[in-house]
């Protein structure tokens, strides 16, 4: 037999990209601009901009839209809009829905000729069916435009000083070129199992958006059952060469990919892991801090946020490849959810995404391992005030 070992760093990216791309079962698509959104601060002005200015289509996804001053002003917005002649589609899920919004919170939007779907309400059929969520967070405008984020939309992330609540500290990114159309097409996932699909006129061309930029993207839509984000992660976790720095809202230690960032730390990967001190869901930060002992004894570092609620989920590795998006690092995200992330290959993004980790980590405090093995924080700042919730 000849000999097919990989050969040179082309060919070995080349089997990398191929390797990822039958993992996620997403193409790399060329062509793009990509934007870092921080917080609501930086996300809900760009997303505000982008639905006003549409002219002929808004697909808008999103897991929690709370009866609040931020949700009825994305509501009336997306009304605006349909009143305009622009077709609007906006999803929410049921649960994400459940205690923070009504259905008459989207009565202005389907008044204005706007189309709204609530995705799994329970049924008496499939009394374990409520367990699959629609966890996507993404707006899609005109085909021009597309943001994919950590963030619902409630004043929780926009904090209420007067009541002493810090702004949730979460990351979202804005994507124009060809990835937009892939971005745009995501919606049919969940949209569809609520009712008649939508016609294939309803999305834009991609043969119709020109690039606007260099960058490299996947986007990684995951159904429930097919768990193609977990493989990436696993893929991601093994071919890190120098630095793997991770950001989890609801990080719960699943043993097989615990095992994976051991062993990139063992064989020399800085390997991070920061997640909240103060969670939305009590329990959490005590359930998580229990798997953290055999990730400190490989050398992962692991950090805890000093602020309120740290509810972003990111990923960035040697220098190169970056991921932002609605998965958290557990089982009910990578196998039952619909999620939505998108992966960038630049070296410039990765930069200003590992830019933004190390300003965050000067907010956080690093845990470590006391004597007799029990894990715990080093000097510890105040931290912003708990709130209860539900994952989202």
């Keep these: 037999m000849g000999d097919e070992r990989v050969h040179t760093p082309r060919q070995a990216r080349a089997f990398a990209e191929q390797v990822l791309s039958r993992a996620a079962g997403a193409p790399l698509i060329s062509g793009n601009r990509v934007r870092l959104l921080k917080d609501a601060a930086g996300n809900y002005p760009a997303w505000l901009a982008a ?87 993404m707006i899609a405008v005109d085909g021009e435009v597309a943001f994919v984020a950590g963030l619902c939309v409630s004043r929780q992330w926009t904090g209420d000083h007067a009541r002493g609540r810090d702004a949730w500290r979460d990351t979202g990114i804005e994507v124009h070129g060809p990835a937009v159309a892939e971005i745009e097409r995501t919606f049919g996932d969940a949209w569809d199992a609520e009712g008649a699909a939508l016609a294939a006129d309803a999305y834009t061309d991609p043969a119709a958006i020109a690039d606007q930029g260099e960058m490299m993207v996947r986007v990684l839509a995951t159904v429930p059952n097919t768990a193609s984000l977990y493989r990436v992660d696993q893929l991601i976790a093994a071919m890190a060469r120098k630095t793997l720095w991770l950001t989890d809202a609801y990080f719960v230690g699943v043993a097989i990919y615990v095992q994976a960032l051991r062993a990139a730390a063992l064989d020399g990967v800085d390997v991070r892991l920061l997640v909240p001190g103060a969670s939305d869901i009590p329990l959490l930060p005590t359930l998580s801090r229990a798997g953290y002992r055999p990730l400190l004894e490989a050398g992962v570092r692991v950090f805890e946020w000093n602020g309120s609620m740290l509810h972003a989920k990111t990923a960035v590795a040697d220098g190169r490849w970056a ?59 105040r931290r912003g005030s708990r709130r209860g919730g539900s994952a989202s």
């Design 323 to 381: 991921r932002v998006g609605s998965t958290n690092l557990n089982i009910a995200s990578w196998i039952g959810n619909y999620e939505l992330d998108v992966a960038v290959e630049n070296d410039d993004f990765a930069r200003a995404m590992q830019d933004m980790y190390e300003n965050d980590l000067t907010h956080a405090t690093e845990l470590v391992l006391a004597p007799h093995n029990r894990v715990r924080a080093t000097v510890r700042q």
């Design 51 to 137: 639905i006003r200015a549409a002219q002929r289509s808004i697909f808008f996804e999103n897991y929690i839209v709370e009866e609040d001053d931020i949700g009825r002003e994305f509501v009336a917005a997306l009304a605006a809009q349909a009143r305009n002649g622009v077709r609007v589609f906006a999803h929410y899920d049921w649960l994400g829905a459940m205690g923070r919004a009504s259905r008459g919170l989207w009565e202005p939007l389907t008044a204005a000729g706007g189309a709204v779907r609530c995705f799994n309400p329970p049924r008496l059929d499939s009394p374990l069916g409520w367990l699959t969520r629609d966890h996507r967070k």
